[in-house]
């Protein structure tokens, strides 16, 4: 449906991605939009390369984002925006991490990880880049790098008239919620 | 209430809402979360079972006492308990009963992309896909309600996008239903071949009145929009077809997909120019409706191999495609899932891939991985169990081949629950000479972490008798078994060798938790607490990679240094790298 906004978050598993896809979702369905999420359990966690798909709107049918279809492609690792590139509108948004990730092949010394990755992107797309790494270790907690991506993507989405600070309480454990609500602020106020 | 779920978490919802007594499961992506949401229901007897089998077994047994039972499983588990399955196609039920398939097309998480609505036509049970969540949970309630009406099982076919993708539920309550009385009932229970024999005119009688009630029911329905293009379709295909057609087709929906509404088809086929038959993998909708002498396209267009979407509908029918980006998309290199930094395989995978002349047969798990680069342990990998037998079948031929070539079947713990025991058996009963290794990482990893016979954890966390794997290989008749710590590689090697040398079939328990387990209470006791990292002195590293060889994600090889070294954030301290490590240039330190 014309109306419905993609969401596209990637990165590299265990970086958090399905945290920031939940208090996302039931952000925007608390705030009265239809909302799918969609996301890929299993092999792929161990390590792999991730994708976290949130549509919104007044009715949506696919629970997948088609290439060329994103209005904004967070990315937590640097590297993965150009394994998703793809799915981006060409008018849309690129909100990059920088933050690197070797993956095995570059571990091992068989393959280097490729230079120039933001330049590249900025060429290509809107683009906006974030340091969360540096941004969450200076809270304290490099844990929340995610939580401050996600302050970053509501900012670029304009979706701020919701009341994030609520729903990320409903959605993280006590002790961990201020940590979180000042990493959202950081990320809202980085971009 | 509104709730965000996924397909999983609303199947266990249905069944809790459905007043469901007793479900039992094994684990297998992208199944796994159903039981795991039952649970916590207090209301419902919820189990894990050491495979699919068994846990349909059981919930047969729970059906015909009287419970409104259900099972869940991976597209391929339904391989593994096809035998109850198609014998529930002829006795029917008691209390209702559900069994749910979750197929898993473009192969996330499995080895084929096999199509199961193809079991429920064969085995002639009825069948309900769901599209969305909110369909999930209402249609176990009413797949409850058909199969005590209908006297018949209903599998509900899921797939990785509908148990994996988050929509909105409206929740409701649970509604009790009274166990129904167990009444003996031998013409019906009993499949002996007399019995079977009229049972089997029984069953196509129910299958005319499912039918009927297919061309009947809403669960099938029709949406009118323009007509020169229709659409029938199901599952989450439907919800691609409505985002490339919109309101340009109309729709057959269909939610009860065996037996199909054929009268139903027939007159909105009638009522369209052209009519599109739009469904994932196999054609199985499409053969019958042309075998019901009705034209449609289908696979001519749209492919039946790996997972469908609507950029795949949209391109196949239209010829279209979106605008994208150009850029290079091969710049980005290659991020494959790896074993965890600490984990217990890569130690015993590093020393079994110095042996020569060996045939290493493999299993379903994360020890999978040990098949990948740098390691590359692994020759085979078929399906549940059967590392352990091609081990025996494949030995036998060398021999007789006179090759001396050796045999390693390599299984996890809960793999060798589910279905390597019988396997082992089968060495010892043959005179097999092959080594078996059961990589014992105390908890079913690769599905996240389940409990199993061997970690002394129920599905809900309670204590349970913990079964001990070497008492069962001994009382299977192995006269030769050692249990040993993979990450002792003093320890490994040497039993390795030890194995080797023997010419009778031994068995090897390689006994180390998940680098990723939290630790039971056991697990800290035999095990202790794991602390500190590694690290390398880069005056004595040399640059020879055998650290890196490990393929362990926590070292990296400095191209400009011709050093490695260790990142502190993801190393666990398991040690691996500094018993590697020739020149001594790596060590513990943080304890």
Known sequence: ?191 | MRVLMTGNEAIAQGAYEAGVHFAAAYPGTPSTEILENIAPHKEIIAEWAPNEKVAVESAVGACYAGARALTAMKHVGLNVAADPFFTMGYTGVNGGMVLVSADDPGLHSSQNEQDNRYYAKMAKVAMFEPSSSQECKDMVIKAMDISEKYDVLVMIRMTTRVCHSKSIVETGERVEVPIKPYVKNVPKYNVSPANAKALHLVVEKKLKELEKFSNETDLNYIEWNDKKIGVISAGVAYQYAKEVFGKNASYLKLGFTFPLPMEKIRKFADEVETLYVVEELEPFMEEQIKAAGINCIGKDKIPNTWELNPDIVKKSIFGTENQIIDYDKSLAVGRPPTLCAGCPHRAFFYQLSKKKNTMITGDIGCYTLGGAPPLNAMDTCVCMGASVSMAHGAKKVFEKNNDDKRVVATIGDSTFFHSGMTSLLDVVFNKGNTITCILDNRITAMTGHQDNPGTGYTLQGEITDTVQIEPIVRALGIKHVKTINPMNQAEMKETLNWAYDLNEPSVIISRYPCALKKYSKEDLEEFGPISGYCLVDEDTCIGCKICVSTGCPAIVFKKDIKKSSINKVQCVGCELCLQVCPTKAISKVGE
């Open chain 1, 1 to 191: 449906m014309k109306d419905t906004k993609n969401i596209l978050l990637v990165g590299v598993g265990g970086q958090g991605t399905i945290l920031v896809s939940k208090i996302l979702s039931t952000g925007l369905m608390e705030a009265g939009y239809d909302v799918k999420m969609s996301e890929i359990h299993g092999m792929a966690q161990r390590g792999g390369s991730v994708s976290t798909q949130v549509r919104y709107g007044k009715e949506v049918s696919s629970p997948i984002i088609g290439i060329g279809e994103a209005d904004i492609l967070v990315s937590f690792e640097t590297m993965e925006t150009l394994r998703w590139l793809e799915f981006l509108k060409p008018e849309g948004v690129v909100v990059i991490n920088d933050f690197k990730i070797p993956s095995a092949p570059i571990l091992m010394g068989k393959a280097d990880y490729p230079e120039g990755i933001i330049e590249l992107i900025e060429g290509k797309a809107k683009t906006k880049v974030i340091n969360a790494g540096e941004i969450a270790e200076e809270l304290g907690n490099q844990k929340v790098m995610n939580v401050v991506l996600l302050g970053a993507l509501i900012k670029s989405m304009n979706l701020t008239d919701i009341d994030w600070e609520a729903v990320i309480k409903s959605q993280v454990k006590e002790k961990f919620v201020d940590i979180n609500i000042k990493a959202f602020k950081k990320g809202m106020d980085a971009v």
